[in-house]
C-alpha cells in the first residue's frame, strides 16, 4: 500500500490544526502509521528542501520550518500521494480552493499550514529521512474492510 510524508507546519501546530488535519485524513479513510512532534533541525530542513536550494526563499523556508515544532507523519492508503495533495490544495493559499486544507486554513504562501510528499520518489526519500523503520507501524484496521 502506498504512503506518503505529511507534516503540519509550525503555524499549524501552533493554530491547533493538528487534530483537525489528522481528522480530515482520518475521516478520508486513510491509515496513520507513524506520527511525531519535533523541532526541526536546519540540516534536516535544508535537505528535506533541498530541492529548492537555489531559490530566493530558501533561508525564509528553512527559517519558517524551524522556528517552532512541526507534526509529522506518514499515511498509508491506495493513491495516498496524489489524494493528500488535493486535500492540501495549491501551493499558494490565495489559489487553493475551499473545502482544500490550504484553501480552508491558510492566507500565504509563506505560512501554507501543511506539507505533504508530491510524488513516490518524493515519498519514498522523505519517510527515510524523517522516519525510522521503527518509527513507522504496520498494522491491520478493521474499517479497511469498509474503505476497500
Ligand atoms: P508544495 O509545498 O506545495 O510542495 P513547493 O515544493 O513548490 O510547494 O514549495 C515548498 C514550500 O516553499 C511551499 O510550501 C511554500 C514555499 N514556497 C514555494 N514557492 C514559494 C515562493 N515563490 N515564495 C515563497 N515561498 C515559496
Ligand atoms: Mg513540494
Known sequence: MERSF?????????????????????NKGFKLV???????SKELAEEHYGEHKERPFFGELVDFITSSPVFAMVWEGENVI????QM?????????????????????????????S???ESAGREISLWFKEDEVSEYNKQVDEWVY
Open 34 to 40: 507513524g506520527a511525531k512532534l519535533m523541532t526541526v
Open 118 to 120: 508530491d510524488s513516490p
Open 82 to 85: 496524489a489524494t493528500a495533495r
Open 88 to 116: 492540501m490544495g495549491k501551493t499558494n493559499p490565495a489559489d487553493a480552493l475551499p473545502g482544500t486544507i490550504r484553501g480552508d486554513f491558510g492566507v500565504t504562501m509563506g505560512k501554507n499550514v501543511i506539507h505533504g
Open 6 to 26: 505529511i507534516m503540519v507546519k509550525p503555524d499549524g501546530v501552533q493554530r491547533n490544526l493538528v487534530g483537525e488535519i489528522v481528522s480530515r485524513f482520518e
